[in-house]
Every structure is written in structure tokens, then in C-alpha cells.
């Protein structure tokens, strides 16, 4: 009767392997949550170029984009806007980096990933320039 003997190991096996499936359970969370934060990100720097693009100045414009950048996060983070590398002419571009930080603590250890998305979107053509 080897049955006996063999009593029990299922329990040390599971007991051994939930803590590499919790680390797992975590992992796939913590995965999620990146590609989520990225693309919300990117949705943010997509609204806040074409925010800009419909404005007369550059400074309406960054102002523009910070506010639609903000609202588009909604609290999440305090992002930062970039226009460098914008044409701010006739048939010309914006190009619109927002940076965010996202904050991971909630996987047990106190991590933080920069995300940061890029759009360009072209100026509007009939807005008026002063």
C-alpha cells in the first residue's frame, strides 16, 4: 500500500506552487495595466494635438493642449505636454508628446513606469492666424 506513503503530497505540492501562481496572477495584472495606461496615454496626446491644432496662437495652442490632455487622463497623473518639433505655419503640423507617470504600487513594491505618447495632426486649415 504505497498510498500511505503519498498522503499529504498534494497539499506540499499546491502549498509549493500558489505563491508562483500568485506572482503570475500579478504579473498579467501589472502587464494590463501598462498597455492600458499606454493607450490611454496615447488617446491623451491624440486629443490634446488636435486641441491644438484649431488654435490661432502657439500659446493658445500649449494651453489648449494641456487642458484637453488633462481631461483626457482625468487624475490619473499630471502629464506633460510637448509641442517641439510642431510647424506652426501654413499646411503645417502638430506634433504633440505627452509624458505621464504611472504609478504600480498597488503590485506590492513601490514602482513607477514613464509612459509618454506621441501624435501629429495637421493645423487646421481655416482657422484664423493672428
Known sequence: MEHGRERGSMTAETVMLAPLFLLFLMFLVGAGRIVEAQGEVNGAARDAARA???????A???S???EAAEA???GDCSPQ?????????MDGVVRMTVTCELNLDFLGFGAAKQMSGTSVVPLEKYRRVK
Open 52 to 58: 491644438a491644432s484649431v488654435q490661432r496662437t502657439e
Open 60 to 62: 493658445e495652442a500649449e
Open 64 to 66: 489648449a493642449a494641456k
Open 72 to 74: 483626457s487622463l482625468s
Open 81 to 89: 505636454v510637448d509641442m517641439s518639433g510642431s510647424e506652426w505655419e
